[in-house]
């Protein structure tokens, strides 16, 4: 860092209103996200509450993402073949990871960010299996960051129009394929 780099920081107040677009942003996601899946989530019998927002906007240098914004919804499905069976989660999110993370190639940047979700603490073969059923062209199959879930399915997103275009397209594909994740609780 140079003194021109700090000195502009200040008398431009460039670092008060980098603040201020971080934070305006980090309302945006949760609330966009909310938009598009709360209905659902309310009227879906896979859930149990409202869900919670989970941000992870400076994730530590070890965890393979750059920033994480998401809303994990608690499913009524449990984990399969547990004596004590937790509930299983659904988290809908934003995020932000080196393009080689996801063995894409990004063009626009050195960044790939997609929306996504993915069933916390599901088994390997449940996701597989939704994999395979999956016919969308638009969404793709990756590896999950913060290793509580076998895989995540995302859309690689560039404008609020695919943010949104995207969430839609996995709301609609979960709701088709959610009840293949756990089991229903005795």
């Given at each position: 860092m140079s003194e021109d780099f700090l000195t502009k920081?200040?008398?431009?107040?460039?670092?008060l209103k980098a603040v201020k677009l971080i934070n305006q942003f980090e309302d945006i996601v949760p609330k966009e996200i909310r938009k598009i899946f709360d209905d659902f989530v309310k009227e879906s019998n896979l859930f149990i509450g409202n869900g919670s927002p989970d941000r992870r906007p400076n994730p530590t240098k070890y965890s393979g993402t750059l920033a994480t914004h998401r809303i994990d919804y608690?499913?009524?499905?449990?984990?399969?073949n547990k004596e004590n069976p937790e509930n299983l989660k659904l988290s809908v999110g934003l995020e932000f990871v080196k393009p080689a993370k996801q063995d894409e190639d990004v063009t626009s940047g050195e960044t790939l960010s997609y929306v996504y979700?993915?069933?916390k603490d599901s088994t390997v073969e449940n996701y597989e299996k939704v994999c395979g059923l999956t016919k969308n062209s638009d969404i793709r199959f990756g590896e999950g960051m913060w290793n509580n879930a076998p895989g995540i399915f995302y859309i690689p997103i560039e404008n609020r129009e695919d943010f949104r275009n995207g969430l839609k397209i996995l709301?609609?594909?979960f709701s088709k394929f959610g009840d293949e994740f756990g089991v229903e609780p005795k």
């Open positions: 920081g200040i008398e431009n107040d460039r670092y608690t499913m009524s499905q449990v984990e399969i979700y993915k069933v709301r609609e594909h």
